[in-house]
């Protein structure tokens, strides 16, 4: 069983940077792409981005591209989150997610089969 959990939520102002961690544990991940999504009040959860895992291929977002980096670590089977120059439109509830079958990447809810419970991340203008 794999068990995925999130850290470096917090309240910041526009502008600022967070960086959101996702440590996995009980299976290694070094195989299957990782992902982060989101979910703002109201709202469907979102892609946020993804990297595949040997780190050659990432996709991001639209909406978050120039702005968020993500990146991993698979010797220390954790996946990182860079967000930069926040927005309060980036306020959601941040998920770490691992693909559900290894070597592929996806950028869809449905290609991940493995999800943390979330960090809160707050964006106050």
């Known amino acids: 069983q794999v068990h995925l959990v999130e850290s470096g939520g917090g309240v910041v102002q526009a502008g600022d940077s967070l960086t959101l961690s996702c440590a996995a544990s009980g299976r290694t991940l070094s195989s299957y792409a990782m992902g982060w999504f989101r979910q703002a009040p109201g709202k469907e959860r979102e892609f946020v981005a993804s990297i595949s895992w040997n780190s050659v291929t990432t996709h991001y977002a639209d909406f978050v591209k120039g702005r968020f980096t993500i990146s991993r670590d698979n010797a220390k089977d954790t996946v990182i989150l860079q967000m930069n120059s926040l927005k309060p439109e980036d306020t959601a509830v941040y998920y770490c997610?691992?693909?559900?079958?290894?070597?592929?990447?996806?950028?869809?809810?449905?290609?991940?089969?493995?999800w943390g419970q979330g960090t809160q991340v707050t964006v106050s203008s």
């Open positions: 997610a691992a693909h559900g079958s290894p070597l592929r990447i996806g950028i869809r809810d449905e290609d991940f089969g493995f």
